[in-house]
């Protein structure tokens, strides 16, 4: 297979950009992913990518209480802010760049308050063959803050993460 062929086809595939977060008692993971796509309607479930070596997918394979922020158009600093785990300080994450505010579901997840949605999630199984383990969740609860926000995007931000 022609390596270059082969990256830019995979990178035509639109992604949008989220902020995973995985919590058990003594841990916050946190991180921005992209690797997202309905899976089901019945029940709802989401498929992910989730790199291996984060706290991220440690605290979703121990069973953590999980929620995906949907970022909108316009929110790239919060998308850099998530690119690797950020430490916590009462209800803000405290990254290099910024203090960033979050609240709890009512199931105990964790979401970005500035977030114009958010899904909660409930593990349904992993696979782990790669470098990113693809996450199956189902989509216990939702928020919707912005209905008419459109998804940030890799190509909003110059970026692509794929190939």
């Not at 709802?44 to 069973?63: C, E, H, I, Q």
């Not at 995906?68 to 316009?74: A, I």
Request: glycine residues 12%.
């Amino acid at each position: 297979m022609d390596a270059d062929a082969k990256k830019a086809t995979l990178r035509m595939i639109p992604y949008g950009l989220y902020v995973l977060t995985a919590v058990t008692e003594d841990s916050v993971g946190s991180g921005t992913i992209n690797w997202v796509s309905q899976m089901s309607f019945e029940p709802p479930l989401v498929a992910m990518g989730v790199r291996t070596d984060t706290t991220s997918f440690a605290n979703v394979k121990a069973g953590g209480k999980l929620a995906m922020s949907f970022l909108g158009s316009g929110q790239g600093d919060l998308a850099f802010a998530f690119f690797g785990d950020a430490e916590t300080d009462g209800d803000e994450f405290v990254t290099k760049d910024a203090r960033i505010a979050f609240e709890r579901t009512d199931g105990g997840a964790i979401v970005l308050t500035d977030a114009p949605a958010w899904a909660e999630l409930t593990l349904r199984e992993t696979v782990e063959i790669g470098d990113h383990a693809v996450v199956v969740a189902e989509v216990t609860d939702v928020g919707l803050r912005d209905d008419a926000a459109a998804v940030l995007t890799l190509s909003e931000l110059g970026l692509n993460y794929g190939g």
